[in-house]
Nanobody, 123 residues
Framework: VQLVESGGGSVQAGGSLRLSCAAS????????MGWFRQAPGKEREGVAA?????????YYADSVKGRFTISPDNEKNTVYLQMNSLKPEDTAMYYC?????????????????WGQGTQVTVS
């Protein structure tokens, strides 16, 4: 299983970015895809997760609710994270994760597969 993130970059506060995570060798339509982030000196935290089987079971961190949207494209085996109204505190390395059983934000270690990350910097 390979997860490849893209879409990171530098943006001014209030701006938007869309992250993509393409999955290969993974049964995308019946598992969980999540986005996590880690800022320097801070612990990894969950941002958003979605059960791709129905696309209705969705989790968001309180800090991003109303600003970020996670969405899957099962035909492309890709999950997106649309990030609007970005703030400097959103600056972090963002990681995509996948797991066939666990879906949530509390226990990131339960996600079996991880991408290499994409950097988001908000100034």
């Amino acid at each position: 299983v390979q997860l490849v993130e893209s879409g990171g970059g530098s943006v001014q506060a209030g701006g938007s970015l869309r992250l993509s995570c393409a999955a290969s060798a993974y049964t995308f339509s019946s598992g969980c895809m999540g986005w996590f982030r880690q800022a320097p000196g801070k612990e990894r935290e969950g941002v958003a997760a979605i059960y791709t089987g129905d696309a209705r079971t969705v989790y968001y961190a309180d800090s991003v609710k109303g600003r970020f949207t996670i969405s899957p494209d099962n035909e492309k085996n890709t999950v997106y994270l649309q990030m609007n109204s970005l703030k400097p505190e959103d600056t972090a390395m963002y990681y995509c994760a996948a797991d066939r059983r666990y879906c949530g934000l509390e226990y990131s270690s339960l996600f079996r597969y991880w991408g290499q990350g994409t950097q988001v910097t908000v100034s």
